[in-house]
């Protein structure tokens, strides 16, 4: 059995536990979904000390990767993978080819196309295009800018098995943010060709935009910040996404309410899509995303403050928004 099909099948596994939370409405997913239900409580972490430890062996597979952030699979077997301060290396046959692939360096030294490799920000995750074999897309996640004035950025570009060329940038968090925290962008196909991705909510107290803390642009639906966006794979934006036709909201927005994804898979089994997020000083959650669900951050929420320790919220549930399947605090 081979690395991708074993790590699906892991994936699959986990999707499998029976979770279950709030319903909403689910757009261009087939009829035979999973329906969830309001009536059961959200699966809370288990106690550390309650936990079986199992023994575990680890098996290097790449060395010699700075902080690889991203990797995809290419049809014949070889990676591609991401390192965060902007480069894309490649595993051909296993092993790590010494050279960086050209095509990333070029754009991140561009004024327009600065990469913001600092913190948390730099060159994040990848994608192939579903179509791949015909087309060679290569998609991109990436935090570009300064220190003050930073944001997410989607782009794709040609790989022809030795570099990358026709780097198109396709999407943009529509405002500028401060300083190197949450910038969400993990990438997830839908079966329709169109693609998810998420966005971090902007950063933790005290960073403010708009005269309060930023993280609340997560509930504000003319914000990009702290939300799953839907595009076409062309950037365009599908005629179904959920507040397209709602004034004064970003059309490419999918759901909200999020802190910062940094998990986001579609489980082909069941067609569904599963997020983790990460909380803050716990509160890590599992998510089902469904079209334009709310997930309450930061009203509603598990996490508490970094500063303090005193509740992020004033409640951990609330009608009108979905809970997470499993709730995690370490």
Known sequence: MNTR?????????????????????SVSMPDETSPLTETTPTLMSPQAEDLAVDAVT?????????????????PNGDMLITERPGRLRLVRDGVLEPEAIAGVTEVSAAEAQQLFASRQGGLLDIALHPDFEQNNWVYFTYAFGTQDANRTRVARAKFNGEKLTDWEVIFQVARTKQGGQHFGSRLTWLPDQTLLISIGDGGNPPLEQDGEFIRNQAQNLDSHLGKVVRINDDGSIP??????????????????????????AFDP????????EHGSRGGDEVNLIQAEANYGWPKVSFSA?????????P??????ITDPQRVWTP
């Open 305 to 313: 403050e970094y500063a303090t320790g005193r509740p992020v919220a």
């Open 269 to 276: 089994i069941n067609q569904r899509v599963w997020a983790t």
């Open 5 to 25: 099909l074993k790590l699906l099948l892991t994936a699959l596994w986990w999707s499998a536990l029976p979770l279950v939370g709030c319903s909403s409405q």
């Open 315 to 320: 409640t951990t549930t609330a009608p009108g």
């Open 239 to 264: 005629d179904d996404n959920p507040f397209v036709n709602e004034p004064g909201a970003l059309p490419e927005i999918w759901s909200y309410g999020h802190r910062n994804i940094q998990g986001l």
């Open 58 to 74: 680890v098996t290097p597979i790449v060395e010699g990767l700075e902080r690889p952030w991203g990797v995809a699979w290419l």
